[in-house]
């Protein structure tokens, strides 16, 4: 034992248990509730932090960060410097107002999502006034007792006080894929984090076993905290993030050779530099929707309140564009497309015939045991006692379940002293271990016909829809403790037949999926006949199967070729639905992945849309984007066209901005060479950009067409491009009608101009939002009251503004009646034209990328109810013949 200053120096995975309990003042039988709160007082709650004010301060700062809106700036300055100070000051308030719009949009939208996020603050089960009490992990404080178990996460850094078969998985820190066995002990002092094995950190996460540990790092004193930048989780980028990125790649190459040509045009004509400096970033500014941060960010926490609303918890905001284009979701039967109740309905022996010592069994396995919580547990512990012995039985050890035995067993006392061990687990892996079968009271040795015998049972009443569970025992001699390497010699003791019916509505659920475009695959542990079954039952294709086994003999191109063909995903192994999910990815498909359990949490993190659900293990919750607070496909399909109307929102603004705007800049910047002055100047092009930004904001509550929501939508840049030139051109092309009116009709000078124009060019950016905002002809469709409202306003303001007392900081300028007139009978013209042209547009598009017709899995739905509109009976022995359709 080394010196009370030896011990103030070393680290506490080296110091024994008893030093690490009196330097933190705590015991193993956990803290008060008193000293807990004061000890949440003192050392903060336990997360990263959060920096309110800083967040607000990065997220205003965020929005001068874009170059356009630095080099404005810098223009401005110079505008000042030079003696124009008056148009320094206007450009620099209306950077000022757009920046501010922004952030005010985007401030409110990070606070509404904050709040959704609190909704699912993580849990954790402490050891508080000597009893378990479930508390959020930000209020776990260093001297704090947990108890974990398979599927937690662990919230803070501690010591292991006790472990059973305790496996921690500690890839976010150290990479390493394979659960890592944590036992009590001491660790070497300069041991490295993949040594400590008697230690578990934040942020990793329990696969099985379980363990009670002492706290003694929280928040930014863990481990994770220490190298949180670099561990930061790496989003793989969704399908929405690269199409916004490709588009800005367009729009900076579209922008940046237009102010070089506009400014070396301007230059060589003789032209004031300043000036053209400021009209050439004017119209780049006017070009590029600088506001879409914004507006993406307004939409889609519009979008996840809705959702919330619903019963679905956006975790990451991005997520919801992908919900909408998701073509694909894999999913497990059990609670979603069951109604994950399960029930006990069989309790056979050997020979296939009830038996009450089967299920004191059982009871006794299931009761016991003290592991994760699970269904088919419940179930059992459900079933009726009928042994009155059963109390007098006592627990002497366990050996956990863990998903390669796929077994779970405890080591009783019998009243008549002796000590058995009962595995429970699937039927194949307790037959592999079992020598022997009981038949009348007797062990008889297990020879291959006997074998053969159980595995038929099995198989017939696996293809009834029943899943079946293996019972075996056996005497002990040895005092213990015991372990997986006592599981061998066994005496098979009979069956446990469990039913989990149909869930009420699936087949209506999966026919709506389908007619959305989406096409439902199931992932399961279960066998091959449990899941044909079920897949018959509610409208799934039963025929096309792929077994784990089967799939562990493919390559990876192999998988990724036949994954599309296959409905039913069987015996699947836990490490190989990633696979699974990989290879529908890589053709192309669009992921999500709905999973609860402890190995989904790779599944769900390399989806494109991760689902999970309220009651699933933290490790899963944690890696999901999207949280249902109902397992029900019902609530999945909300929040499908909840997304697809977040989707349709935002592509409306990038096609209206981009496409109005395009064709305002190439007219101005044709016009500003054609015309002996410019035609406009810079302070009223950004006006302009300005007041047509204000209704784009009301484009989140927008209405959306029911064919927009009807299948799943993609970027595609391609169609982006050819939408904004066509539209750009017919845009264009009135504006010269428009230059002709003004100069060779009204004989318009240079200040009438600018503002006629002015007038116009916002008028028609106002306008176009109703004809481009919907694919049917505008008048069929009603658009959102506040965009309407929003758009009138501004309108209202363009006619206005050339007689109020600010009309002169911009040159505006009275114009007479008639040419308001000519000005509002081009516009009027302008619409008609794009509304024919609109609908030539998308007929257009749609020979290039044809809708895909009815799929074959939705078309066998069909055909299937029409022959087989109920499940049918399934016969067993005596007491427990039962009807699927009544459960």
Not at 550 to 568: I, P
Not at 666 to 694: E, G, K, R
Not at 793 to 802: E, Q, R, S
């Amino acid at each position: 034992m080394g010196t009370a200053a030896d011990n103030e120096t070393t680290p506490y995975w080296s110091l024994p248990e008893e030093i690490v309990l009196a330097k933190l003042q705590a015991s193993p039988t956990g803290l008060t509730a008193s000293e807990a709160a004061l000890r949440l007082k003192n050392s903060g709650p336990n997360s990263l932090g959060n920096n309110r004010s800083l967040s607000t301060l990065r997220l205003l700062g965020r929005q001068f960060r874009s170059p356009l809106v630095l080099i404005l700036v810098a223009a401005a300055v110079i505008s000042a410097a030079v003696g124009e100070a008056q148009e320094a000051i206007i450009i620099s308030i209306i950077v000022l107002a757009s920046s501010l719009l922004g952030f005010f949009q985007e401030y409110s939208a990070s606070q509404a999502t904050e709040k959704l996020r609190q909704r699912l603050s993580q849990k954790t089960v402490v050891v508080r006034n000597g009893a378990e009490t479930v508390v959020r992990a930000d209020e776990v404080v260093p001297g704090d007792v947990l108890h974990l178990s398979a599927g937690s996460l662990v919230p803070a850094d501690g010591v292991i006080l006790e472990a059973r078969d305790f496996n921690v998985s500690e890839a976010v820190l150290t990479g390493e894929t394979f659960p890592v066995v944590k036992t009590p002990g001491v660790a070497d002092v300069g041991a490295p984090l993949a040594k400590r094995n008697n230690v578990v950190f934040a942020g990793t996460s329990v696969r099985s076993g379980t363990a009670s540990v002492l706290i003694v790092k929280t928040g930014v004193h863990t481990e994770f905290a220490s190298i949180a930048a670099s561990l930061e989780r790496q989003v793989p980028e969704t399908e929405f993030s690269r199409g916004i990125r490709r588009f800005g790649l367009l729009m900076t190459e579209i922008m940046f050779a237009m102010v070089i040509v506009v400014f070396f045009a301007n230059a060589l004509l003789g032209r004031p530099l300043i000036d053209s400096i400021l009209f050439s970033l004017a119209l780049a500014v006017g070009l590029t929707p600088e506001l879409l941060p914004a507006i993406i960010s307004v939409t889609l926490a519009r979008g996840a309140r809705t959702m919330a609303a619903n019963g679905v918890i956006v975790r990451r905001l991005e997520a919801i564009e992908n919900l909408g284009s998701m073509d694909i979701l894999c999913t497990d039967k059990t609670g979603t497309l069951t109604e994950g109740v399960i029930h006990l309905d069989g309790w056979m022996d050997a020979d296939g015939r009830p038996s009450d010592g089967v299920l004191l069994l059982a009871r006794l396995n299931a009761t016991l045991q003290s592991g994760m919580p699970n269904p088919l547990d419940e179930a059992v512990v459900a079933a009726p006692a009928t042994d009155l012995r059963e109390p007098a039985f006592v627990k002497r050890d366990e050996v956990p379940y863990d998903f390669l035995r796929k077994r779970l067993s405890v080591v009783v006392t019998s009243p008549e002293k002796e000590t058995v061990l009962i595995c429970k687990g699937a039927v194949a892996n307790v037959l592999e271990i079992s020598v022997t079968s009981r038949a009348a009271g007797s062990e008889i040795p297990l020879d291959e016909e006997k074998r053969r015998a159980i595995e038929e049972k099995f198989r017939i009443w696996s293809e009834q829809g029943f899943r079946v569970l293996g019972l075996a025992t056996r005497k002990l001699s040895a005092p213990g403790p015991y372990g997986r390497a006592d599981e061998a010699g066994l005496c098979f003791e009979g069956f446990l037949l469990f039913l989990d019916p149909p869930k009420q509505g699936i087949g209506e659920c999966l026919e709506d999926l389908a007619a959305r475009g989406i096409t439902v695959k199931m992932i399961s542990g279960d066998n091959r006949y449990v899941a044909a079954h079920l897949a018959a039952s509610i409208g799934l294709p039963p025929d096309r199967i792929l077994t784990g086994a089967e799939m562990s003999q493919l390559s990876s191109a192999g998988l990724a070729a036949k994954a599309g063909h296959v409905d039913l995903f069987v015996e699947i192994d836990p490490n190989q639905k990633e696979r699974i999910v990989t290879a529908l990815r890589s053709r192309g498909h669009v992921v999500g992945y709905l999973g609860d359990g402890i190995n989904d949490a790779p599944a769900l993190h390399e989806a494109d849309i991760g689902i999970s659900v309220d009651s699933a293990v933290d490790v899963a919750r944690e890696a999901a984007d999207i949280v249902l607070l109902k397992r029900d496909l019902g609530v999945l399909i909300k929040g499908v066209e909840d997304g697809r109307t977040t989707f349709a929102n935002t592509m409306k603004y990038i096609s209206i901005t981009t496409s109005a705007n395009f064709g305002n800049m190439i007219s101005m910047a044709l016009a500003s060479v054609a015309l002996p002055f410019l035609p406009l100047l810079a302070q009223q092009v950004l006006l302009n950009n300005f007041l047509s930004d204000i209704p784009s904001f009301a484009i989140a509550t927008d209405n959306v067409d029911e064919q927009d929501r009807g299948k799943p939508r993609h970027w595609e840049i391609g169609s982006v491009r050819r939408f904004m030139v066509t539209f750009g051109l017919v845009s264009s092309l009135f504006d010269f009608v428009t230059f002709g009116f003004l100069i060779l009709i009204a004989g318009a000078g240079e200040e009438r101009f600018q503002t006629a124009w002015f007038i116009e060019s916002l008028l028609t950016e106002l306008l176009i939002v109703f004809i481009i905002r919907t694919r049917k002809h505008f008048w069929r469709s009603r658009p959102a009251r506040l965009l309407a409202s929003l758009t009138a306003l501004v309108v209202a303001v363009a006619f206005a503004l050339p007689f109020l007392p600010i009309a002169a900081w911009f040159s505006f300028v009275p114009l007479p009646a008639s040419m308001m007139a000519g000005l509002v009978a081009i516009s009027l013209l302008y619409l008609l034209a794009s509304e024919l042209t609109k609908h030539w547009f998308f007929r257009w598009e749609d020979r290039r990328h044809p809708h895909p017709p009815l799929t074959r899995t939705a078309a066998h739905r069909r055909r299937l109810r029409k022959t087989s509109p109920c499940i049918p009976s399934v016969h067993i022995p005596n007491s427990t013949r039962v009807d699927l359709d009544h459960g």
